[in-house]
């Protein structure tokens, strides 16, 4: 995977072999340049398992403190299953086109480089939340959740990097828009400040 152990002999005298050894390891302490799921690990269901959950930082969001389950844990077990299944199924059908498994390791390895997977299971989250509000709007149609979640997830995959860019743009417009509003309110204050020294002038 390219995983990168030196640092962490600050924490422990011996490589890390398990996720319990990582349990206050967060993802930005586990990314390195190489990083990647490598098509190897197709060979073993529990290797593809070990490396997602090593990649979303499992481990240090799936308990508290006390080794407790946190909330976001079953929702992390349930998105990290279907991710693998992707992954070990030579294909699948996505709105009538075949994917391949070479497609969705090169998908979630471009994820892994410049994004961080707990980030992603987080906003896929708050979309499949949206996405069960909506549709109980409109009286529950979908008929068979667990299919469609997956159809749904892969979908986020494929756009996760458009979403990144448009929430972006709507941080930056807000920032752009606040600084403004606070502009035309000195620049105002500063107006009504000078009509005051003019009419002292006067």
Not at 90 to 103: I, K, P, Q
């Amino acid at each position: 995977m390219g995983l990168d152990v030196e640092d962490w002999y600050f924490f422990y005298s011996r490589d890390p072999t398990s996720e319990k050894d990582l349990l206050c390891v967060d993802e930005v302490n586990r990314r390195t340049k190489t990083l990647h799921i490598p098509e190897d690990f197709r060979r073993d269901k529990n290797a593809v398992m070990t490396a997602l959950r090593f990649l979303a930082a499992y481990g240090n969001y799936a308990y508290d403190d006390d080794v407790k389950p946190t909330s976001i844990k079953p929702f992390l077990d349930i998105t990290l299953n279907m991710i693998c299944d992707m992954i070990m199924a030579d294909s699948f059908t996505h709105n009538g086109r075949t994917v391949g498994y070479s497609e969705v390791l090169e998908t979630m390895n471009e994820l892994i480089r410049e994004d961080y997977l707990y980030d992603f299971i987080l906003n896929f989250q708050a979309e499949w939340n949206k996405i069960l509000r909506e549709d109980s709007a409109k009286g529950n149609q979908i008929r068979n959740s667990s299919a469609y979640m997956k159809s749904c997830l892969w979908d986020w995959l494929k756009r996760w990097k458009i979403e990144e860019y448009i929430f972006i743009k709507k941080m930056v417009n807000l920032a752009v828009l606040k600084f403004m509003g606070q502009a035309g309110r000195d620049t105002l204050s500063e107006i009504h400040d000078m009509q005051i020294f003019q009419q002292t002038e006067k």
